[in-house]
């Protein structure tokens, strides 16, 4: 089975072997300069986002690559990533992360009982991310009670993200993030059952962006 991590890694490898960023490969093959970032490797909801076969075959056509020499090198990129190491994350449940001490200021992990899930060494997943047991309905139906999400404290937050936060009373939620100013965080309940939060910037322990979800 081709891997989402493989595709992409062969059109980066495609856009290198053909003197091309990936930015100018998409602009080369009259796609968004965008089309290719890696930004748009995952969507919003931080489910694998793959390359639609148009895109592939535009960018086949103007480097002059046959389509057997592409999956040649998705299946070299395959054996990359299916050997490549994978890492433990610190993993707890969600209801867990109200509490005091597996957090520091910054919204780092810290302290003990942590317990750990395995996940690929992707560079989609930075070195501070953390893994959160969904425990409840409120994310449906994007995610479900018991799957796990790989969050980051440092990723960068736009509106529409993902995100779980922490308030300084110890409720965490997890919702989308639909506004922030200086003086307040607004977030949209995707569970239209439970109600959208506008909580203060004061009232803020930390704010991270979920990247990614185990289903």
Known sequence: MISHDAIWIAIDKLAENTGFSTSGLAKRAGLDPTAFNRSKRISPEGKPRWPSTESIAKILSVTETTMTDFIGLVEMRQITVSSRAVRPIPLIGLAQAGRDGYFDDSGFPA??????????????????????????????????????????????????????????????????????????????????AHESRTIAMNDVLWLARILWVSQ
């Open 111 to 192: 302290g003990s009982g942590w317990d750990e899930v395995r996940f690929p060494d992707t560079q989609s997943i930075d070195d501070h991310a953390y893994a959160l047991e969904i425990q409840g309905d409120s994310m449906l139906p994007l995610y479900r009670d018991g799957d796990v999400i790989v969050v980051s404290p440092t990723a960068q937050l736009r509106k529409g993200d993902r995100v779980v936060m922490k308030t300084k009373n110890g409720e965490v939620m997890a919702k989308e993030l639909a506004r922030k100013t200086a003086q307040k965080i607004e977030l949209k309940s995707l569970n239209p």
